[in-house]
């Protein structure tokens, strides 16, 4: 998986954390940033959860911004 499509996954969830929300579905976000199948994004989320960016909550598909993912987004854009 490319650092790119990591990246853009990363970039979406913070553009959905910005409405106030805190989970959301993996599933969409991967659609979102045009991935084709479940496979793709299950496997950008055991890494972005690995790295420590995400939280995922066991049993659903939902995901969420950690502190850690933030702390990584700001770095970036600064």
């Known amino acids: 998986m490319s650092n790119n499509t990591i990246g ?5 969830l913070r553009e959905l954390t910005v409405d106030g929300n805190s989970l959301f579905d ?4 991967g659609e979102d940033i ?3 199948d479940r496979i793709q ?3 950008i ?3 972005l959860e690995k790295d420590g960016y ?3 909550h066991k049993g659903n ?7 850690e993912g933030r702390k990584r ?3 970036i854009q600064t």
């Open 41 to 43: 994004t299950d496997h």
């Open 73 to 75: 987004l700001e770095s």
């Open 26 to 29: 993996m599933y969409q976000i």
């Open 61 to 67: 598909s939902k995901i969420g911004l950690s502190d």
């Open 8 to 12: 853009k996954f990363l970039l979406r």
């Open 34 to 36: 045009g991935l084709v």
């Open 54 to 56: 995400i939280g995922e």
């Open 45 to 47: 989320v055991e890494i």
